[in-house]
């Protein structure tokens, strides 16, 4: 007998229909003499939805009503899914995140987990139920209702994983597993039989919607069997997120060089340009950032001839007018000639460890690009990942050329 948490994405619950289908699916775990717990995310489309009517009333919504009306989505689901459920004979339980009690801190729409108390799901579990509880929600010390972020039920599923030393976690969702690229973009991207965490981790980062990072990070820290799977398919492996010794270099060696590729659309950039080259100048420029809590993601400065310095970052596209006005204030103070934003960028990255034992990735990298004429604006590099930024435009193109350069179709 084992004890398997799986999560169900919004197309998975996205009518009565696929409700019943996924509770066929537990029912038979279940007869298999398996514990589970089921995690739901709210039906496709439906977060959306409610977020658009909160903008209807208010533009930059206030984040706790935002939280406690966008986390109903959820509360629909796990209510039908129990349903179904019993529905089929089973004995079935809902719990919103408040309910279970899945602790977050205060950051209300991106909350972080902090600990669960799984001491009621255990005792169901021992009594025969299936324990349903609602995705990307939680509550904070104080008793509000908070939310884990755009893709939180990944993480709801991987942190009740953890702290109910489950035996494995499972990432029902619209594709059979995690692929070489998004197979929407490319269709001839290949599903991977297993990728390294490491690996996943830079995926996600990279925008790879198919897990959110934090589930990603919670499954390294803990160490949780992690396993995305199609929720229409009876059966199929999916993709295994596996755990290496980095270190190993003879697992190295049989590893791809390259595994994947992401895309991101969601940066916008911003320049600062010609600030006097002196000390403290980055920090005059990102601690104001900081402050307003606005997150960074790629930075460079080049130097001019003239004694001044262009100073690059990028930022999530929501924050692009928050930042440039916070710089717009600083301007005169840190004598910068002009800031400037745009917001029409994507973020190209290729993602493998098998780049540590070879030479080479960044400049076929580069020529790919240049063969298509593509220009690159930023770039930035980790051990496993090397990252452009360019044209929004250009960014479907970027995607298939390099997948096609890499080989990545190919078995
Ligand atoms: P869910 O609602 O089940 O959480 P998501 O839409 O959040 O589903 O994530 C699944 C989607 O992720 C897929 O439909 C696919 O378009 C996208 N995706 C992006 N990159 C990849 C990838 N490398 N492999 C598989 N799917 C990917
Ligand atoms: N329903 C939430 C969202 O759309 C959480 C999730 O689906 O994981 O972002
Ligand atoms: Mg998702």
């Known amino acids: 007998m084992a004890l398997i948490v799986q999560k169900y ?10 409700i019943k289908n996924l509770a066929r699916r537990v ?7 398996h514990q589970v717990v089921v995690v739901v995310s709210a039906m496709s489309g439906e977060t959306n939805r409610l977020i658009g009517l909160a903008r209807e009333i208010m533009q930059e919504p206030d984040p706790r009503e935002l939280d406690v009306m966008v986390a109903t989505g959820e509360q629909v689901t796990i209510g039908l899914t129990a349903m179904a459920l019993m529905e089929l004979g089973l004995k079935a339980k809902s719990y919103t995140g408040s309910q279970v009690r899945i602790v977050t801190d205060d950051a209300h729409t991106k909350a972080r987990i902090m600990y669960i108390d799984e001491e009621r799901i255990r005792k169901d579990l021992n009594d025969g139920y299936v324990v349903v509880v609602a995705g990307f929600q939680g509550v904070d010390e104080k008793g509000n209702i908070t939310t884990l972020g ?6 709801t599923g991987v942190a009740l994983a953890t702290a109910l030393k489950a035996d494995e976690c499972q990432i029902y969702t619209d594709v059979d597993g995690v692929y070489t690229t998004d197979p929407r973009l490319v269709p001839e991207a290949r599903r991977l039989k297993s990728i390294t965490f490491e690996e996943m ?22 160490k949780v069997k992690l396993r995305v799977l199609s929720s229409f398919e009876e059966d199929g492996e999916g993709t295994l997120i596996t755990f290496e010794d980095p270190e190993n270099k003879d697992s190295n060696m049989e590893q791809p060089i390259i595994s994947g590729i992401a895309f991101n659309r969601d940066e916008a950039k911003i320049m600062v340009l010609g600030v006097p080259d002196k000390p403290g100048i980055a920090y005059q420029i990102l601690g104001p950032i900081a402050d307003a809590k606005i997150d960074v993601d790629m930075i460079i400065q080049n130097m001019g001839a003239d004694g001044t310095t ?7 596209k929501n924050e692009m007018f928050k930042a440039l006005g916070i710089l717009n204030q600083v301007q005169a103070h840190i004598g910068a000639r002009e800031v400037r934003g745009d917001d029409k960028i994507a973020k190209v990255s290729v993602v493998g460890v098998g780049m540590r034992s070879h030479v080479g990735i960044a400049s076929q990298m580069f020529r790919t690009l240049a063969e298509e004429g593509i220009n690159i604006q930023m770039i930035s590099t980790s051990e496993i990942k090397i990252a452009v930024v360019i044209d929004e435009k250009y960014m479907e193109l970027a995607v298939r050329v390099l997948h096609k350069a890499f080989e990545l179709e190919e078995a």
């Open 9 to 18: 994405g919004g197309t998975s619950v996205g009518s009565p229909d696929r």
């Open 27 to 33: 029912a038979r775990f279940k007869a298999l003499g």
């Open 150 to 155: 755009r893709g939180g039920s990944d993480t």
């Open 201 to 222: 981790l830079e995926l996600a980062s990279q925008g790879s919607k198919v897990l959110q990072i934090r589930s990603v990070e919670f499954a390294g820290k803990y």
């Open 310 to 316: 262009d100073f690059t970052f990028t930022v999530h």
